[in-house]
């Protein structure tokens, strides 16, 4: 079955904090996304990743850097967390021969203090 | 213009009534139509998928693409409460990887 495990479900951090998100997958996937996800804004893409140490900025990249240093494993930080980065966080992962169905992970839901 | 466009709702309807969820978008070069469910604090799942314009049905769902209005639907027969989620519309284009996703469809149905 397919599977995209976010390593933490709920966090509570404070400002200034540095935040690492975890996102694993069993598929064998080529690329792999992190969207935040906020009431009255919907889906937001941060940045995805379409192979190994290769990234892409989407539409909200402003305040996080991603890591990919193996093809399961896809890591977003945050290098100072802020208030505003207080959201749900959710990775996904979709093959490279693609019909667009994305696979969500459950989310992490980010409390920043 | 937003690229893509749906109505956040809420929508609250009896046990059994026939639901229907829209999205208009903007982008003629959408190939790719997506319809995804999200259960409180969980991730989105897909439901139905379709490529270019048509319909497509799974049990009671059916989805419908008008590329020709840039429209996509829909529907949900015999609506059951275990269809109360959040409803997301998503949708691509030929060479795109990321997804464009409306702002979700909350949907409650009540017994």
């Known amino acids: 079955d397919v599977k995209v495990t976010q390593s933490s479900r709920y966090l509570v951090k404070r400002t200034g904090e540095k935040v690492f998100l975890e996102c694993v997958q069993d598929?064998?996937?080529?690329?792999m996304f992190w969207y935040r996800q906020d009431p009255g804004l919907g889906l937001r893409l941060i940045y995805f990743s379409y192979d190994v140490k290769m990234k892409e900025k989407g539409d909200i990249p402003e305040g996080y850097s991603v890591s990919r240093e193996k093809k399961e494993r896809f890591s977003l930080i945050l290098e100072s967390a802020s208030t505003n980065q207080t959201s749900m966080y959710l990775c996904?992962?979709?093959?490279?021969?693609?019909?667009?169905?994305?696979?969500f992970g459950e989310g992490s839901r980010l409390t920043v203090l | 213009q937003k690229e893509v466009e749906q109505d956040p709702g809420p929508l609250s309807v009896p046990e059994g009534a026939i639901v229907s969820l829209n999205c208009t978008y903007s982008n003629s070069a959408f190939q790719y139509f997506m319809w995804y469910r999200q259960y409180s604090r969980k991730g989105p799942e897909l439901l139905m998928y379709t490529y270019s314009s048509g319909n497509k049905e799974d049990g009671r769902f059916t989805a419908q693409v008008d590329k020709s209005s840039k429209y996509i639907s829909l529907f949900i027969r015999d609506s059951q409460p275990s269809d109360s989620a959040t409803y997301l519309c998503?949708?691509?284009?030929?060479?795109?990887?990321?997804?464009?996703f409306g702002k979700g469809t909350t949907l409650s149905v009540s017994s």
């Open positions: 998503a949708m691509r284009n030929q060479a795109g990887t990321a997804l464009i």
């Open positions: 996904a992962s979709l093959p490279r021969t693609n019909t667009g169905e994305l696979f």
């Open positions: 598929m064998d996937h080529e690329n």
